[in-house]
């Protein structure tokens, strides 16, 4: 039997109170969407000295940015500037993570990774190539219709999305590099750069029930999965 690709998927870091422990955690969904989509999840912890190694080592081929945690200026990004976040509230900032994250996205080009970013995950892979992030309302535990703006030939999206940020990409907020696929109102849905193969979402795939077609197919297309 052929073996399932192995791809990485990052974890939010969940401080617990009342104890001195900051912990890893992953939506059971995901594992899910994983096993539907037909590949195998390589869980990454927060904190690896040499996180490009453990996914050398591990045999991963591709890597998923996942949500939770929130963003700020202090997120390392590939000219070593500060990230560009539109200061606000930023109660829930993971050091660790943020280093991680940075880490492999640097190391994704010539390592030849694929990466989806999702919801955080965009806003990482945004950031990490100078880009920007604005305070949006309206966008937290509801369902908005996209508006298309430019095909891929790859990918195709439902036309309405959950929605769960705080802070999305303006338009004219883009990194280097990537282009618009998606918006809703003033604020970009999802990213694309094709040369990197980094494609960034605002939505949760994971969190659909049942999952969508379209998410599974540009989960497996961005990553060369076999849908049979």
């Known amino acids: 039997m052929k073996q399932q690709p192995l791809i990485a998927i990052t974890m939010r870091a969940d401080p617990v109170a009342g104890r001195n422990e900051v912990r890893d955690a992953l939506d059971q969904a995901w594992l899910r969407f994983f096993s539907v989509a037909g590949v195998r999840p390589l869980l990454v912890p927060n ?92 966008h937290v535990r509801t369902r908005h219709r996209l508006v298309r703006l430019a095909p891929t030939g790859e990918f195709e999206f439902d036309a309405e999305v959950n929605s769960f940020h705080n802070y999305g990409v303006p338009l004219d907020g883009l990194g280097s590099g990537f282009v618009a696929l998606a918006t809703a109102g003033e604020s970009v849905e999802a990213i694309w750069n094709e040369d990197l193969r980094q494609l960034g979402v605002m939505w949760h795939p994971e969190r659909n029930e049942p999952f969508s077609k379209n998410d599974l197919d540009l989960f497996r297309q961005l990553f060369g999965i076999s849908s049979e």
């Open 47 to 138: 904190g690896l000295g040499d996180p490009v190694e453990y996914l050398h080592a591990m045999g991963a081929s591709g890597l998923v940015i996942s949500g939770g945690n929130d963003m700020s200026s202090s997120f390392p990004t590939c000219s070593g500037a500060s990230a560009l976040v539109r200061e606000g509230q930023f109660l829930d900032v993971q050091p660790l993570r943020d280093q991680l994250e940075s880490h492999l996205l640097g190391a994704s080009a010539t390592e030849g990774w694929p990466v989806l970013g999702v919801c955080r995950g965009m806003q990482a892979i945004n950031l990490f190539h100078g880009g920007r992030l604005e305070p949006v309302s309206g």
